[in-house]
Nanobody
């Protein structure tokens, strides 16, 4: 069975940093597109970043670019989202997701999802 187990969320002050982890079992992260999404209260789940398996290209939302960095550790079968210079607008429930489908920025493209982890940024 495919399982994506997330960790690393928490409460931070504005300007602080967090690193989210997504450990996969039942699939190889090196063979899947791995996406990161954020769902804020009362809003739709929105794209944050995606880590491709073919070509190694990483794409970010406009708000994430320059602040967040996605990466993968194939030996640990884990992907990460390093979040720096966090602002209150980044608050939300963060999900990792896996699939081979596109478009990568759409949540409906992903078949497998982590349980989500809360990130709260205080002012």
């Amino acid at each position: 069975q495919v399982q994506l187990v997330q960790s690393g969320g928490g409460l931070v002050q504005a300007g602080g940093s967090l690193r989210l982890s997504c450990a996969a079992s039942g699939l190889k992260v090196s063979k899947y597109v791995m996406g990161w999404f954020r769902q804020s209260r009362g809003k739709e789940r929105e794209f944050v970043a995606v880590i491709g398996w073919s070509g190694g290209t990483i794409f970010y939302s406009a708000s994430a670019k320059g602040r967040f960095t996605g990466s993968r550790d194939n030996a640990k079968n884990t992907v990460f989202l390093q979040m720096n210079s966090l602002q209150p607008e980044a608050t939300g429930l963060y999900y990792c997701a896996a699939d081979r489908a596109y478009p990568y920025q759409c949540a409906a493209s992903y078949a497998y999802w982590g349980q989500g982890t809360q990130v709260t940024v205080s002012s």
